[in-house]
């Protein structure tokens, strides 16, 4: 079973750039999650869809924003790209709305913002 | 609003001795309870779970933890320790009833094992 997908596995952007990340869940997942890991702060929620649509964000700035396809797949947009953006990020995928089922994690993208 | 604390950043044990990762929680009802562990340039992977019943769970690489209501606490234990264990842990909890926020997973700020050979 393949496991969460993320492309680029590397982004260099500059400041005031736009940049998308992309990630493809486990066959099977409705549910995607979008996390911030920068230095130091640990695992910070950003995004939830599930179903195509957008269940819960975290506490970030409008310039934030993904969706969700009918495949399940999943991009996150970041514009106005900021230094304090440099941070990996990981997408996790899980079955449907069972709180009880564990999230599964892609091995991110670094974003580094110059 | 839900909480983990991992009040250690980071923790030293010799290879064979036994390890523990403590986590304590802050949650509204019964908890979902989760144990990840994070390699260096990798995503995190799932190790084990507490949902309901027997208080200690098994789980992944040997790995084993125990739910401990009256103290919120959900420690990692492992009775003998290898190098290879040496990584990132991170313990998350979300809140067992349905509704509005109880799907999403808070994560502690991580406790990094380092078992020297």
């Known amino acids: 079973e393949a496991g969460v997908t993320q492309s680029p596995t590397h982004l260099i952007k500059t400041r005031g750039q736009q940049a998308t990340l992309r990630c493809s869940p486990i066959s099977g997942h409705t549910s995607v999650y979008w996390y911030q890991q920068a230095l130091g702060l640990g695992l910070q929620f950003l995004l939830w869809y599930d179903e195509g649509e957008e269940r819960n964000r975290g506490n970030f700035p409008p310039r934030f924003s993904g969706r969700q396809f009918p495949n399940y797949s999943s991009e996150l947009n970041v514009n106005a790209l900021e230094l304090e953006d440099s941070a990996l990020y990981l997408c996790a995928s899980s079955l449907g709305l069972g709180g009880d089922q564990p999230q599964h994690f892609g091995d991110g993208t670094r974003l580094s913002i110059l | 609003a839900q909480s983990v604390a991992q009040p250690e950043d980071q923790v030293n044990v010799a290879e064979g001795n036994p390890l523990t990762v403590k986590c304590t929680y802050s949650v509204s009802g019964n908890p979902y309870l989760f144990w990840y562990v994070q390699y260096p340039n990798r995503g995190l992977q799932f190790l084990l779970k507490?949902?309901?019943?027997?208080?200690l769970v098994k789980g992944s690489y040997g790995f084993e933890a125990e739910f401990n209501k009256s103290q919120t606490s959900f420690h990692l234990k492992k009775p003998s320790a290898l190098v290879s264990d040496s990584a990132l842990y991170f313990c998350a909890v979300r809140p067992s009833y349905s509704g509005a926020g109880s799907y999403q997973l808070t994560f502690g700020k991580g406790t990094k094992l380092s078992v020297i050979p």
């Open positions: 507490y949902i309901t019943g027997d208080n």
